[in-house]
Each structure stands twice: as structure tokens, then as C-alpha cells.
T-cell receptor, first 117, second 111 residues
Framework: GAGVSQSPRYKVAKRGQDVALRCDPI?????LFWYQQALGQGPEFLTY????????KSGLPSDRFFAERPEGSVSTLKIQRTQQEDSAVYLC???????????????FGPGTRLLVL | KQEVTQIPAALSVPEGENLVLNCSFT??????LQWFRQDPGKGLTSLLL?????REQTSGRLNASLDKSSGRSTLYIAASQPGDSATYLC??????????FGSGTQLTVLP
């Protein structure tokens, strides 16, 4: 596709339920990022992949959060035993090469809005 | 730890006015700074990217400046239009590859 896509766009989960959020990056993009955006705040970094390798997961808030990108393209962010504080918009971004220091732009998807009741 | 602050948090201006949004960051060891626009319910759109060696970037009615030594950036919007209404986010990249964002400035341009 032309841009980064994410699914589902909206997810309502009961507390304690497991959820899986999907990201389809721009075809051929090496780098993939996940961010969490709470209401009224800027996005905060969760984790970073270069191809299939998860090079940085320092932003994951707890061991209930897990991300994978097994074939270096599509990525899934899984949240186990969801809590109310997990309610947020989860944004995925991709960049062509290694991003960051190279000065490349990260292209963002529309996000998945997660509400945990 | 890098911290990014944006002032003001919200701004309302009449159409046609020129305006400035401010961004400051605590660690000047950055590789680049980006300004994004976010519309409600949508993802982020990159507006301008300034590399650490640059002082400013321009795109249409937008001009962004960077003073790395003082940890400041401004986004200047000329002749504002109602379609410019959105949240504007400033973000920096340091030694890690992820973006560190401010909380944004919510801009409303009144017709």
C-alpha cells in the first residue's frame, strides 16, 4: 500500500483480556517503531525493529507487552491481561533504512485506539 | 533523559494571522528535529525535518528553525488558515533511533 496501515482501528477490551494490534509498514521499509499515545500527550516510544530484529524494547512498560516482526515486514504488538492504564492510541511508524541518525522521516500509521473497560 | 516541552499547549487565532509555536529540549545532543501535524483520529504527518547541522527548513507557509546549542526550535506559520487547525508536535532524535515527542500545541484557526 501507499502508507502504513494498522488494524484494528478501534478495540474495546475487558480488563484482563489479551489483545493483538497489527501494523503493515510501507513495503521495503527496514525500520519499524511502536509508540503509545495517551490522551492529550505526545507519543512515547515502545519498541524498535530493524528488519526482524528487535533492537530496542526499552519503552515497553511491562512484561505484559510483547512485539514481534517475524519476517521483517508486518509487526504485531500484543498486550496480555490488559489493564485500564493500557487505554491509549498505539501508533506504528516505519522508515526506509535505519532512520534516526540518518535523518530519515518516520511515516506513521493512523493508530489503533484501545479502550480497556 | 531527553525531555521535550512545547509552549503554548493550546492556541486560538483568527484566520490570516502569523503565528509561532515553540519547542524546547533538554539534551542538545540530537541528530535531528521534526515537526509533525496530527489531526483528530489520525496518525502523524511529518511537516519539516531539520538535521542538527541545519538552522532552518521551509515548506510553503511553514518555516522551522533550530538552535541546537540553546535547545530550542520554533515553527512559524504564515497567513494561517482554518485548515491549519490541528495539533502540532515537535520531536527529536538523539543517539537512539526513536523520536522523543513534546505534548503538542493544539492550534485552532478561526474563520
Amino acid at each position: 500500500g501507499a502508507g502504513v496501515s494498522q488494524s484494528p482501528r478501534y478495540k474495546v477490551a475487558k480488563r484482563g483480556q489479551d489483545v493483538a494490534l497489527r501494523c503493515d509498514p510501507i513495503s521495503g521499509h527496514v525500520s519499524l517503531f511502536w509508540y503509545q499515545q495517551a490522551l492529550g500527550q505526545g507519543p512515547e516510544f515502545l519498541t524498535y525493529f530493524q528488519n526482524e530484529a528487535q533492537l530496542d524494547k526499552s519503552g515497553l512498560p511491562s512484561d505484559r507487552f510483547f512485539a514481534e516482526r517475524p519476517e521483517g515486514s508486518v509487526s504485531t504488538l500484543k498486550i496480555q491481561r490488559t489493564q485500564q492504564e493500557d487505554s491509549a492510541v498505539y501508533l506504528c511508524a516505519s522508515s526506509l533504512r535505519t532512520g534516526g541518525a540518518s535523518g530519515e522521516t518516520q511515516y506513521f500509521g493512523p493508530g489503533t485506539r484501545l479502550l480497556v473497560l | 533523559k531527553q525531555e521535550v516541552t512545547q509552549i503554548p499547549a493550546a492556541l486560538s487565532v483568527p484566520e490570516g494571522e502569523n503565528l509561532v509555536l515553540n519547542c524546547s529540549f533538554t539534551d542538545s545532543a540530537i541528530y535531528n528535529l521534526q515537526w509533525f501535524r496530527q489531526d483528530p483520529g489520525k496518525g502523524l504527518t511529518s511537516l519539516l525535518l531539520i538535521q542538527s547541522s541545519q538552522r532552518e527548513q521551509t515548506s510553503g507557509r511553514l518555516n522551522a528553525s533550530l538552535d541546537k546549542s540553546s535547545g530550542r526550535s520554533t515553527l512559524y506559520i504564515a497567513a494561517s488558515q482554518p485548515g491549519d487547525s490541528a495539533t502540532y508536535l515537535c520531536a527529536v532524535i538523539g543517539s537512539a533511533r526513536q523520536l522523543t515527542f513534546g505534548s503538542g500545541t493544539q492550534l485552532t484557526v478561526l474563520p
